[in-house]
Each structure stands twice: as C-alpha cells, then as structure tokens.
C-alpha cells in the first residue's frame, strides 16, 4: 500500500506497474485521483480543470478490473497494460453517460448517444473516466479563458493561464488529479498547454489517431492526442487511442509501429537534429531561448548531430491557418442551431421563425471568439474571396509541407521552443485577439503539414519561473522518433533537475470541505 | 396567392424561342444511405432510419457508400458521359432545418460524370439529342412537414415538424446544358427527357425510379428569347415537378407565362417557382439573391475519389443494354407493329407491359389492358398510367378470370374500376359484388325457353338452319340475365333445345 | 484586398446566422479589420504554379461497403431535442422556402 499522495504522483507506466504486481488496486489509485480532484480542483482558487467528474461510472470501471485481476486466469492475462489506469477526457470528445459541452454554452447539458472511436478504446482497455476537462469553447483558444465555463488555473501560478485551448487536460495532469488525459490539437492546443504547464503532450501525425466522436473545429488540422507527465506514458497512451477506423474516412490505414518500444529505446547517437531557423530567437522569452539552448547542447552531448535548417514559408504559416481553421470551423458549427440538441433560444420579439431562431440561438450559445471565428470563416469562404484566402491559404500548406519535406532530407527529427512564452497571465490577452493566436506561431506548421509533434518540459524560465516546453517534429508517420528523442531528453533533463520538473511545482492548497466545482454545482447554484 | 397572365402556347410560340434546362434527382436504390450506414428505406416510422452520422451529431464523420459510387458511375455511363479520374466531394453551405449539418454533402467543380448526351426520341419517331451537362452526387435532405395555418402549405404554417430518415439517401442530380431548338416540341421533349433519364436509371437498377415517391426528382428551368436571338432570356427554375406528366405541363404553363411577362414589357424574374398540381400552375419561391452564397469548399472529412479506367470499363461491362435497343428487342419479342409500340412508349407503358407479361400476360392481353383500359383511366385522372395503381398481377388475374369464363370482358372492365376504388382484388370484387357469369344451367334454361317463347318465328328460322337468326334469342337471353350469362354458353343451350348442329 | 466594414459583418452574420446588435457588429467589424489584414500576405505568397493542399496526408477511395448498420430508436434521436411532437423534431414556422 503506497501513500496516496505518493500515488497520485507516479506515472502510468509506474502505475500499470503496481497494479499488474498487485501491490495497489485501481479502486484505490481511483479514488486517490478523484479525492485529489475534491481536493484541488474545486473552490473561487481552485484549479477547474474538470467540467464534470465521473466518480461512480469510473470506481465502477475500476472495481471491475480489480475483480477481473483478483480471480485470474485467462481474463486476467488478457487485460491491457493500462487497464485500471485512469484518465480525464478533453470536453470536445463525446461520451455516453457524461454530459459533453465543448465548453460552450449552446451544449449545456447534452448527452451524446454514441462514443468516440478513442473513448471506445479507452473503454476496451478498461481505463476508468475521471471526467471532462476544460477548453477554450470549441476549443477555439489558446488560454482556456473562452471557456463558457470559467477558465481553469495553471497550477505553476493560478494567477496564470493554463494554456488552450486543453488547458483542462494538461493542469489536471500537471495538477496531479489524472495520470494521462486526452487532448485535441488543431494548432497547438496539446502542446501548448503541456509547455506551459511543464507536462508532454503529443499530436499524433494525421490521421493515426481517429478523429470520430472529437467534436470538430478545423477537419483538415484536428488531431486527437495524449497528455501525460512522461514521454513513456504519452507513448503508451498513443498505443491504446491510435490505429485505423473505419468511421474516419481520413484515417490512416496502416499502424504506425511500437511507440513504446521507442520510448524506452533511448537512443539519439547518430541522429541528426534540425533547428529551424524561423522558429527561434525574435518574438521569443530569453528564458525560452536558454532553455531551448540547454536541450540542444544535452542532445549534442548524447551523441546527436545539431544542424541548422530553413523553413522560409513557416513564416506564412500563422495568417494560412488563420484562414483554413476559421473556414472549416465556420462550417463544421453550422450544425449548432437550436434544432435537433443544445441550446434553444426564441427571439424577444415576433415573428417566432425558424431562421430567427437559429439567430437567436447561437448569438446566445456561442461566445465571442466562436463568433468572431464564424464571421471570419463565413468571410474567407465567401463569394468573390475563396480564391484569395481560402485558396492561398491551401496553397501555402503546400509550400509548408515543402519547406518539411526540404527539412527533414537534411535532420531526422526537427526542434524549436514549442511557445514563445511561458504562461501569461488570466485577462492579460484575452481583449487582443492577434496577440493571444501569436502564441501558436510553432505548433501551427505541424498541423499545417499533418506531421506528428511533441513537446516536453524543458525546465523553468530564468524571469519567472515558470515552465518552458520543448517541441520535437518529425516527418509523417514518423511518430516514434519523437518518443525515441524526447525520452532521451526527458531522462538527460531529470538528471539535471534530480527528478521530474513537476516536482518542483508549488504544492496546491488543498481543500476536502470544498466541494467539486463542476457543471452540475454550477448549475445547481 | 396572385393568378399570373398566360399567353396562349400558340401565341407564345409565335412570339418567342423556348430555351430549356433540367436538373432530375435520382434516388439511388442503396441499402444505406450516402455517408452512413443507416438503412436506405422509404416510409418507416420518423427518425428511426438514421443514427449519429443522419441527424449532424457533433463529432461525426461521413464515410462514403461504395455502391452509391458505383451506380453514379453506371448512371454517368449511361448518359454517355466522360467519368472524372479524380473528383472530390465540397460542402454547400446554407441553414435549413432539413439539412442535418446545416451543409449538404455535394460535388461542386469536380463533378463524378460530365460531358454526357442522350438521344430523345419524339412521339413521331423524330430524335432530338439533350446534351448533358454534368451528373453529379450528393445527399438528400429530411422532410418537413408543415402544421397549422393553411393544411400543409410552407405559408402561414404554425410550425413544422423534421424527420431525418431520408437525411443522407444518396442522389445523383443529372444536369442538362441549355436545350435549345425544341420549339413548340418543348413540352413534349421536357417530358420524353425526363421519362428517358427514368427508364435509364431504372434500367441499370440503380434506383427505384418511382417518382410518386420522389425517387424521381425534376426542375425545370424555363427562358425565352425572342425568335433569332441568340442571347438567352432570364429563366425560372420550376420545384418539385414529379411526374411526367407534370414536366409536360410545367413547362407549357412556363413558356405561357414568360411570354405574357415578356410581352407586357416587363423583365422576367430570376426565381424559383412552385409546381401545383391541383390548379396545374406555378406560384413564386423565392428570388435568386446574394444569400445564395454556398460558401463551397472541399470536403475536409472525406477523400477524393480515384476511378480508375479499369474500375470504369469493370462496371460499364456490368451495364444492361441501352433503352433503345430494349426497345428494339421487347418490340420483336412482342410482336408488335411500328404504330403499335410508338403509342405503347408514348403512352408511356413499356415498363408495365413487360412487368405485366412478367408477371404472366401474354404481349396481347398486356397492351389490350394497358392501351385499352389503363391509359384511359389515366388521362382521366390525370395521372401517369403507372401510378394509377394497376398492379401487373391484377391484370393476369383479371384476364384468368375472363379466360375462365368467369367473368366476361365487360365485367372485366367493372372489376377493374373497383380494384382502383380499392374494394378488393378482383376475385374479391366478383365475390362482393355477385357478378359471376350465370353458369348453372336452370335459370339460364328457363330464359332461354322465356326467349324462344316469346319470338317463335324466330325459333322456328332456327330449326330452318338460319343459324344468324339466334342473336335475336341471345339478346333476349341476355337482357333476362342483366348481362350475366355467358353468351357463348347461351348460344350452346339454344342450339342443343332446338336440336340444331352449331 | 477588400478592407472589411460593418455592412460585412453584417451580412455575413446574416449568412451564419447569428443576430448581431449594433455595438457587436461595430466591435467585430473593428477586430476582424486587424485580423484581415494580418492574414494578407497568405494571397501573395505562392504563385499560380503551386497546388492547393486540402488534405496533410493524402488517401484517395475510402470507401464503406453497403451493408446496414446500426440506427437509432426514435427516442435516442429525439434525446437531446430543444422541442419534438410525435417522433419527430418540432421547428417554429419556417416563412422561406428553398
């Protein structure tokens, strides 16, 4: 029996570990995680990561593979290395039997009647749902402000934003109140929030993760991903959500290979690893800069060669996506309208139509990012414009796309700072639009180009303390180099450190008498 | 609801040159719908053949049907159109509450089929090719139904009510170029078109063709010019014109009513107009306007589509023979004359002529009901003679009867109109209604003695041979029985009571 | 490129359905102005000979084979229904036909 306090703060992987040996059962891991929610989570302080906990549905999920593993045989042989290893669920993937928002007001209170292709998958693997966590609404968002239900805190400083738009996912990890969660990233909203947050969060390459079930923003750039304290967990996560589905017709055919066996490969003798130009220096914290710097001189003393590469269009690449995303979202949301779920608002005044009420409707159930991207989308796709903005804005993925190819025929895997800065602080950008989008100026061109990323802490920035990621890419359907780097690195950096970087978070007040704050007090307020 | 000004057809054409255009929906007959696997069935309870993917939940994603890939592809063949080696799907964005997403699934610049004719062939044998523009795939939407205010008219409704189950059915819409040189044939070339375009895809078996059912979808684009110009005039386009019959008059009242605007002076509208059967005229829609703008882009949740020129040649190897040489051959297999089969197809019967023979007709029994009885009726009712209801079987069984000398052919006639009274089968009506030819003998016996009794002269010119005289006999015979009695049986009985050699 | 005012706005929150007042239409048109113009240099940068990319990986004939799935109750498919009579969905009165 391991202390609780201890317990929360092992990987999965340390996690899988205990529970195949027996030496914990997943009710008890459970319901540590889900007392350190009670304890975090809630409360005008309180990290908010979670929309919804799902205590009784995830104790039961647990309390079933204990049962499975206490009487043995071939079911027990049979059950998957995380089986009992829970996890948290960004509120843009649906699930049956939790309500799913998208963070937005105009899917308050809906139920999905069907799974997600990876919630199915978690489900096989028997890993028990600790909830729904927080999102910029619709995952439009880099902050987790434009939730319409509150923003979550970063735990280095709850003064301070999360990242986004999973900012949920990535403080409940880093907050200690899941082990892994699941992330989507459409332009940086997994690795952002895991830089700023000193947590690993991966985009899989296009494709290798099912995207049925992820409520969408931007079709064409929209990934679903892990969220972990580890390269290894990340790794082992990607395992269990990644694979072909028949349900996603962009889905890619064939696997990927092990990724975990990549993970603990730990090997970069030899390999060549590229910095891009474009994605460093101006524009850039110097806390940013000398962290990135330290990562690449580990990396050179491990064995692998530093080169310099160009990507001269990446710097095209922020106004491109400015254009795709707005576009697909606008018609990806067009769904939203007060018919069929959600959210119905009448008119104030006559004629009661139907058009009206659709107005109605979503001027009420979207926020204001959610419109001005609308408008925008609605704009760049508009008659007369298609060809300079959407148009361009297509041909600009090709010279991305370009620009990787060019990349990777000189280094195997690509490195930048994964943000420009650590995290900023709640309300600080959120009346500047312009500002708060340059925060996803080096993670867009891997969803531009549907090559996979990673990012990984890199220590904490010189002027404020605050944690530094560092982003790893690699050319399509390569995911495994950027587990075989990042846990090279990862290790070279805790040995640095004397321990994972987490550690050296400030402890959280904890509260037991405050209670949960989660869609259901709220709305019972 | 303003009763628009017609010039006469004959005046209209006088006056102006009739440019035509077609857009015809085609229901595909697949097992499930176009992106989703739900079933592809008519009529079943509301909102139970859909799931996740039917009614736009969030988070789903369209997969796309081979088969419904396939049949457009057939139907692209059959219109001998070129087949695109890579074409995409776009979205068309616009919000309605029978479109699930608030976008329809559609092909935009990169249609699956272009490039296409087929030749039409005239009531008097003249061919006229309509060239085809494009044929191309997407979704069908949801029915709405509109309650209160005035009975199920969009207008002054109260609300309406959306079932999804035909969301996502797949449609190939077939697009005409602009047909030019029809003249006064305009009508009937509108209506040979879209018979031809049914009996193609039906003939493929890719849909069901029924247009009463809206298997069969057409609208009608209508402009004039004056004669010589070349220029085209500004068209309407005529919704929901869903049966043959109806083209032929949509585009007649058209034609008559952009002549009358054109001849007060006016511009004619570019609008939608609406086909009402009952009062056999078109009402406004709406005005073309800039919110027509579908926003199109391609597709992000789905790939293109590759057709590979093997794939191609693999599925026109699978395709029937073409109508006209069906034609050819159902008119050799049946025995028909020249005049014979062209009032067959411009009645527009070969189809149940042959389910009928199918069914166990011969050729002659099958066109002597169908030209003799149903199209009648039809005109009438002012139906197609096909959806008048006629089943093939009720004509196999309404023939036995008479070949049984159940029934005679004038009952025969009588069953029929209430087999489309919907009183019964026709056995059942002959039941119902006692109307079984008089076989027992007796009553028929004492008649026939009632007969002979009351002419004896006649009789007697019998016994003398004159066999023409026993008509007179008959007849009495006849008008006794109310017309029941068999009168070949009749003639028989007389024959053997006067002792006379038939 | 076009400068984007308030009567776009406008007209495109008419086209995406969403009711605007006055004061959001005037806020937008002033955000979206910056945005705009920020994204511009995306028309300029490839030239003609550049091919538009729609998808980051490409795969072309996905296909799902026609064989009937799974289908919702009426109940299921009317859960999460704002208003629904007999099975169906309830919409207020729609004045505009297509």
Not at chain 1, 121 to 127: E, H, T
Not at chain 1, 463 to 472: N, S
Not at chain 2, 320 to 344: C, H, I, M, N, T
Not at chain 3, 10 to 30: Q, V
Request: charged share 25%; hydrophobic share 40%; glycine share 10%.
């Amino acid at each position: 029996m391991t202390d609780t306090n201890e317990l929360i703060r092992l990987s999965a992987a340390q996690l899988a570990q205990k529970l195949a040996a027996g030496e914990v059962t997943s009710v008890e891991v459970t319901q540590a995680y889900l007392d350190r929610i009670a304890a975090v989570d809630g409360g005008p302080r309180g990290v908010h990561a979670f929309l919804h906990v799902n205590t009784e549905e995830a104790l039961a999920v647990a309390a079933e593979v204990d049962a499975i593993r206490a009487a043995g045989g071939a079911a027990a042989a049979e059950l998957h290395e995380l089986a009992g290893v829970p996890i948290a669920v960004k509120d843009l993937i649906v699930t049956v039997g939790q309500p799913t928002t998208a963070g937005s007001k105009i899917l308050e209170g809906w139920h999905s009647p069907y799974d997600a292709t990876v919630v199915k998958r978690l489900r096989d693997a028997k890993m028990p749902i600790l909830g729904k966590t927080n999102l910029d609404e619709f995952a439009m968002g880099s902050s987790t402000e434009h939730s319409a239900y509150g923003p979550t805190r970063n735990p280095w400083d709850l003064d301070r934003i999360p990242g986004g738009s999973g900012g949920g996912s990535a403080a409940a990890v880093a907050a200690f109140e899941a082990p892994l969660a699941l992330g989507t990233d459409t332009g940086g909203s997994i690795r952002q929030p895991g830089a700023v947050t000193g947590t690993v969060g991966v985009k899989p390459t296009y494709g290798s993760v099912s995207r049925y079930g992820a409520i969408a923003m931007a079709s064409s750039l929209d990934q679903i991903g892990p969220v972990s304290r580890t390269v290894l967990d990340s790794a082992l996560l990607h395992q269990v959500i990644g694979g072909h589905d028949p349900y996603d017709s962009t889905s890619l055919p064939d696997p990927l290979g092990d990724l975990v066996a990549a993970a603990r490969l730990g090997n970069v003798d030899g390999m060549k690893i590229g910095i891009i130009k474009e994605l460093h220096g101006e524009g850039y914290q110097a806390g940013v800069e000398n962290r990135f710097n330290e990562s690449l001189e580990l990396l050179k003393q491990a064995g692998a060669e530093i080169v310099e590469v160009s990507c001269p269009n990446f710097k095209y690449a922020l106004g491109a996506y400015y254009l795709i995303m707005p576009s697909e979202a606008s018609s990806n949301l067009a769904k939203f309208d007060g018919v069929r779920y959600g959210l119905r608002v009448l008119p104030k005044d006559a004629p009661l139509t139907i058009e009206r009420v659709m107005g109605a409707t979503r001027a009420a159930g979207f926020g204001d990012e959610v419109k001005r991207r609308i408008i925008l989308g609605t704009y760049a796709l508009s008659a007369g414009y298609y060809d300079a903005y959407y148009g361009s804005a297509q041909k600009v993925r090709t010279l991305i796309q370009r620009d990787f190819e060019a990349a990777f025929a000189q280094a195997d895997v690509l490195i930048s700072p994964t943000a420009p800065t650590t995290a900023f602080k709640l309300g600080e950008k959120l009346n500047d639009p312009l500002a708060m989008y340059l925060n996803d100026v080096a993670t867009i061109p891997a969803n531009m180009a549907g090559v996979p990323g990673l990012s990984l802490p890199g220590g904490l920035a010189d002027e404020d303390g605050l944690p530094v990621g560092i982003q790893l890419l690699a050319p399509a359907r390569q995911d495994a180099r950027l587990y075989r780097v990042g846990a090279v690195l990862e290790s070279l950096l805790e040995a640095q450190w004397g321990g994972p970087l987490l550690a050296q978070a400030p402890a959280l007040a904890t509260s037991v008498v405050e209670p949960v704050e989660t869609l259901e007090t709220q709305e019972a307020k | 609801m303003s009763v628009d000004a017609t010039l006469s057809f004959e005046e209209a054409m006088e006056k102006y040159d009739p440019v035509l255009g077609f857009e015809v929906h085609v229901e595909l007959n697949t097992k499930t719908k176009m992106f989703s696997s739900a079933p592809n069935v008519f009529g079943d309870e509301p909102n139970t053949n859909v799931n996740e993917v039917d009614l736009g939940m969030p988070g789903v994603l369209p997969v796309v049907n081979r088969t419904a890939i396939e049949s457009s592809i057939k139907i692209g063949l059959a219109l001998n159109c070129k087949i695109a080696e890579t074409c995409r799907f776009a979205r068309k964005n616009y919000f309605y509450p029978d479109t699930p997403k608030n976008f329809q699934t559609s092909q935009y610049d990169e249609p699956i089929a272009y490039d296409g004719y087929l030749d039409i062939e005239l009531s008097d044998g003249t061919v006229f090719r309509v060239e085809i523009e494009r044929a191309h795939m997407e979704e069908d939407a949801g029915k709405l139904t509109h309650m209160g205010g005035s009975a199920g008219r969009i207008q002054g409704a109260d609300y309406s009510l959306v079932d999804y189950n035909r969301s996502g059915v797949p449609l190939v819409e077939i697009v005409t170029k602009p047909i030019q040189g029809a003249g006064s044939r305009a009508p009937e070339l509108a209506k040979a078109y879209v018979a031809a375009v049914r009996e193609i895809v039906k003939n493929l078996g890719v849909s069901d063709a029924k247009m009463e059912r809206g298997n069969v979808r057409c609208d009608a684009n209508v402009s004039l010019r004056p004669h010589g110009r070349e220029r085209f005039g500004i068209r309407s386009e005529t919704k929901n014109v869903n049966s043959l019959r109806a083209v032929e008059h949509a585009v007649r009242y058209e034609i008559q009513r952009h002549a009358a605007v054109l001849d007060s002076g006016e511009p004619v509208i570019q609008e939608t107009r609406h086909w009402h059967e009952d009062t056999r005229s078109t009402t406004s829609g709406r005005a073309k306007s800039d919110a027509d703008d579908y926003r199109y882009f391609p597709e992000p949740d789905l790939v293109p589509i590759v057709a590979s020129r093997e794939w191609v040649e693999e599925l026109r190897a699978t395709l029937p023979e073409p109508p006209a040489e069906r034609r050819k051959r159902l008119q050799a297999d049946w025995g028909y004359s020249d005049l014979e089969f062209r009032d067959v197809v411009n009645a527009g019967v070969m189809d149940e002529i042959e389910e009928t023979i199918a069914a166990g007709a011969t050729a002659t029994v099958a066109r002597k009901w169908w030209m003799g009885e149903i199209v009648g009726r039809a005109k009438n009712a002012d139906v197609d003679p096909g959806q008048l209801g006629v089943q093939p079987a009720t004509i196999v069984e309404l023939n036995k009867l008479v070949e049984d000398g159940k029934i005679n052919n004038k009952m025969a006639t009588a069953v029929l109109d209430g087999v489309l009274a919907g009183e019964g089968t026709p056995a059942e009506i002959v039941e119902k209604r006692g109307l079984a030819v008089v076989s027992d003998d007796g009553p028929l016996l004492e008649a026939i003695d009632a007969a002979l009794a009351a002419q004896p002269d006649v009789a007697d010119k019998i016994r003398a041979g004159k066999l023409q005289a026993i008509g007179a006999i008959v007849g009495g015979v006849m008008k006794a029985t109310r017309g029941q009695a068999d009168a070949g049986r009749v003639k028989e009985l007389i024959l053997q009571k006067l002792g006379v050699e038939g | 490129m076009a400068a984007i005012n308030r009567d776009d706005v406008a007209h495109l929150a008419r086209l995406a359905h969403i009711e605007m007042s006055a004061d959001e239409l005037d806020r937008m048109a002033g955000e979206l102005a910056v945005i705009v113009d920020s994204v511009k240099s995306v028309s300029e940068a490839a030239g003609d000979d550049v091919p538009a990319t729609s998808h980051p990986i490409p795969l072309t004939n996905v296909f799902r084979e026609d064989v009937v799935g799974h289908t919702f109750t009426a109940e299921q498919s009317l859960s999460g229904a704002p208003d629904a009579y007999e099975g169906r969905f309830k919409v207020p009165a729609i004045l505009d036909e297509d």
